[in-house]
Nanobody, 127 residues
Framework: EVQLVESGGGLVPPGGSLRLSCTASGFTFNTATMSWVRQAPGKDTNWKDAEWLSTIYPFTPNPHYADSVKGRFTTSADNNRDTLYLKITNLKPEDSAVYYC???????????????RGQGTQVTVSS
């Protein structure tokens, strides 16, 4: 069974940084396509309200990022720990959301259609 457990969220002042983690189990992590998405607070936990942030493909060194987060978000994977990371710098209030890691995300026409995701970790950016 695929299990993804996100952690590392919290309350952060504007301009601060965070590193989110996603610990994976139940599948071969180093051959999986892994992504980060987020959903703004108050939104239903369905895919249509989720915003794709980044994807890292197996055996490729460079993740892909949404234009809106390039330069501030860095995705990495530790295959020895079966863990995906998302480092966010210069946090802004509009970054406040629940962040999810996703295995095998499906995106069509710019819309997220599905994938396996964890329970998410809440990030709140506020002074």
């Amino acid at each position: 069974e695929v299990q993804l457990v996100e952690s590392g969220g919290g309350l952060v002042p504007p301009g601060g940084s965070l590193r989110l983690s996603c610990t994976a189990s139940g599948f071969t992590f180093n051959t999986a396509t892994m992504s980060w998405v987020r959903q703004a607070p108050g939104k239903d936990t369905n895919w249509k309200d989720a915003e794709w942030l980044s994807t890292i493909y197996p055996f490729t060194p460079n993740p892909h990022y949404a234009d809106s987060v390039k330069g501030r978000f860095t995705t990495s994977a530790d295959n020895n720990r079966d863990t995906l990371y998302l480092k966010i710098t210069n946090l802004k209030p509009e970054d406040s959301a629940v962040y999810y890691c996703v295995k095998d995300i499906t995106i069509l026409g710019g819309r997220i259609l599905g994938g396996n995701r964890g329970q998410g970790t809440q990030v709140t950016v506020s002074s």
